[in-house]
């Protein structure tokens, strides 16, 4: 794959894998073998967080178990911890420019939430973002995935979803 193109794996963490995203795992793992770069985002929910505060969450603290990648990464893998829905900072910005990355393949969990915010974000950053489909899923199931991807193909166009339904 042309090195002006990276894989960002999205929060495929233990605490968001369940019976409905459970099926991407096998996929994210493979899927790292056709990038030169590949990212990975750990979802920490800080204790002064708004989750926390503001809707009653206080799963993925920092010290759980939950927080750990839930795939093999391969060993040049770059982690990014993060404590927001998006996954795309300054830190991984500057990463990108660096790389001359242009174009940022996505997958992960949760396709409602994690993916959809850093898909707008890098299309916002003037970063291609494409959506793998088949390699995300939403922890809360498969009608919420499918209505991110339809809000995706709003946002972003349909040239930027990869779904090979």
């Not at 193109?5 to 019976?19: S, T």
């Not at 603290?61 to 404590?83: M, N, Q, W, Y």
């Not at 291609?128 to 809000?151: M, T």
Request: charged residues 25%; contains cysteine.
């Amino acid at each position: 794959m042309p090195g002006n193109r990276a894989l960002l794996i999205v929060d495929v963490q233990a605490g968001f894998v369940n019976d409905k995203t459970r099926h991407i795992v096998p996929s994210v793992e493979a899927l790292q073998s056709r990038y030169d770069h590949v990212y990975a985002t750990r979802f920490i929910n800080a204790e002064d967080s708004p989750y926390r505060k503001w809707i009653n969450w206080h799963r993925l603290g920092a010290g759980s178990p939950e927080i750990e990648l839930a795939f093999a990464a391969r060993p040049d893998t770059v982690v990014l911890d993060k404590h927001t829905y998006s996954s795309v900072d300054e830190q991984l910005l500057a990463e990108l420019r660096r790389r001359d990355i242009d174009e940022v393949h996505i997958c992960g969990i949760d396709t409602d939430v994690c993916v959809t915010q850093s898909a707008v974000d890098l299309f916002e950053a003037g970063v291609r973002p494409v959506v793998l489909a088949a390699a995300c899923a939403s922890h809360a199931g498969p009608e919420f995935h499918e209505y991110a991807l339809r809000i995706l193909r709003r946002l972003i166009g349909e040239a930027q979803i990869d779904d090979p339904q």
